[in-house]
């Protein structure tokens, strides 16, 4: 059980004192099919912490979700307003969500230091992803959201399955692809949630997944029963092969079931997360340094070859220090505007940009209903309720 754990905290540091100690927190990525219930998963992983004494951070990254189930310390709504961005692009619903990701991925270094701040005060960071999965999973936005998330602290990402809708083998095996593909983009400790298990159990996956011969039968045996009903015969052979290849990723793969509706499965759940937090530890975390020194030795080779470009092309003369360009003409472009402030003009601007769009943590902010209507959740249709001493409540 997760709570027997001991914290993150009080992990011994890498005994070669290289890399630094992770934060106590993990951050959890849901990621789904519509429909399969990150939502609600969500919900219950959220309530079962906070009956332990241990309130999660949440973020929701869903522009489009009408209603959320839980608090969220960060909410994309905040910062994007979506009904807007399809207006103003002229986009659909996909087109919008993809759109209103991108402009909040562009905030995301200050959504990442409020993550930061609390990530020793928290075990647990949780993250809801948009209802469509592609949107998160193939876009850039969704990478550098989970990159950056990940080089924070220890992630994990969690596949959500519609357990009672993959029963046939058919759909468990593109599914199961998917979650490959997921897996092998994102290289991170990945954990498969069977959900819905009060509606149908997930045993019949995990036997799927440890023995494919039971897979193969279970193939033909539909067939036998559903005829064409899930695709054409020649399908069948394809599949066969397939769980042959997907059988060796399966060995590797950590499953569990869960019903968000009901709460079971949530011990084992976090049983596996703190596995997976474990496998972060191990090897995706030796993986990030190492490319974080490439990345920095790399910063200082293109910074010591910009420099002496630099010197060259101002044509400073390496004995005598002296610059070809008198210094009153550089002042020219370094200060367009003589006010002195070289540089600061524009940098001005951009800082209204910033505060224009701020992503706000609720939890910090006692000013939040002070906010202007657009930049609260809650007003608009369905909007904010007036308490009877006028302050203002989101709607229920
Ligand atoms: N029976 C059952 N229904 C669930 C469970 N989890 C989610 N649902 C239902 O599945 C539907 C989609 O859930 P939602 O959380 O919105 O999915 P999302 O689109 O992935 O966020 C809702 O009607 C939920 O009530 C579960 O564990 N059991
Ligand atoms: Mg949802």
Redesign the pocket.
């Known amino acids: 059980m997760a709570t027997d754990q001991p914290p993150a905290a009080q992990q011994p540091a890498d005994p070669k004192g290289k890399g630094k100690q992770s934060p106590r927190a993990t951050a959890m990525i849901v990621i789904?099919m519509?429909?399969?219930?990150?939502?609600?998963?969500m919900q219950r992983v959220n309530s079962y912490l906070h009956e332990r004494n241990q309130p999660p951070y949440v973020l929701n990254l869903d522009p489009a979700v009408m209603h959320l189930p839980f608090d969220a310390n960060i909410d994309i709504r905040d910062t994007v307003d979506y009904p807007e961005v399809m207006k103003q692009y002229n986009l659909g619903p996909n087109g919008g969500i993809m759109t209103a990701l991108n402009l909040f991925t562009t905030k995301f270094d200050q959504v990442l230091s409020h993550v930061e701040k609390r990530a020793n005060d928290v075990d647990y960071v949780l993250l809801d992803t948009p209802?469509q999965i592609e949107i998160f999973t193939w876009s850039a936005s969704g990478s550098i959201i989970t990159d950056a998330l990940a080089s924070a602290l220890p992630t994990v990402v969690v596949y959500?399955i519609d357990t009672p809708r993959t029963t046939a083998p058919a759909t468990f095996m593109s599914n199961m692809l998917y979650a490959c593909s997921i897996l092998y983009k994102t290289r991170l400790p990945f954990l498969v949630v069977f959900?819905?298990?009060?509606?149908q159990s997930h045993q019949f996956a995990l036997e799927w997944m440890r023995d494919f011969e039971q897979f193969q039968d279970a193939l033909l045996e539909r067939r036998q029963t559903h005829g064409d009903e899930d695709g054409p015969a020649y399908q069948d052979s394809l599949m066969n092969s397939m769980s042959l290849v997907l059988d060796e990723f399966y060995k590797h793969l950590r499953a569990v079931g869960v019903?968000?509706?009901?709460g079971e499965g949530m011990d084992e759940l976090f049983d596996a997360v703190q596995e997976a937090r474990q496998e972060y530890e191990r090897e995706y975390k030796p993986e990030l340094e190492k490319l974080y020194a490439e990345r920095e030795k790399k910063k200082e080779a293109d910074k010591a070859e910009s420099i002496s470009r630099m010197m060259r092309d101002m044509k400073v003369s390496p004995t005598t220090g002296q610059a070809a360009v008198p210094q009153s003409e550089l002042d020219k472009y370094l200060d367009p505007a003589g006010t002195g402030q070289a540089g600061e003009v524009e940098d001005g601007e951009d800082s209204d940009d910033d505060d224009d769009a701020e992503v706000i943590d609720r939890s910090s902010r006692t000013d939040y209903y002070a906010l202007p209507d657009k930049r609260r959740r809650g007003t608009g249709p369905g909007g904010a309720v007036e308490g009877p001493d006028g302050s203002l409540w989101p709607a229920p």
């Open positions: 789904g519509a429909g399969s219930g990150k939502t609600t998963f209802g959500i959900n819905k298990t009060d509606v019903s968000a509706m009901t």
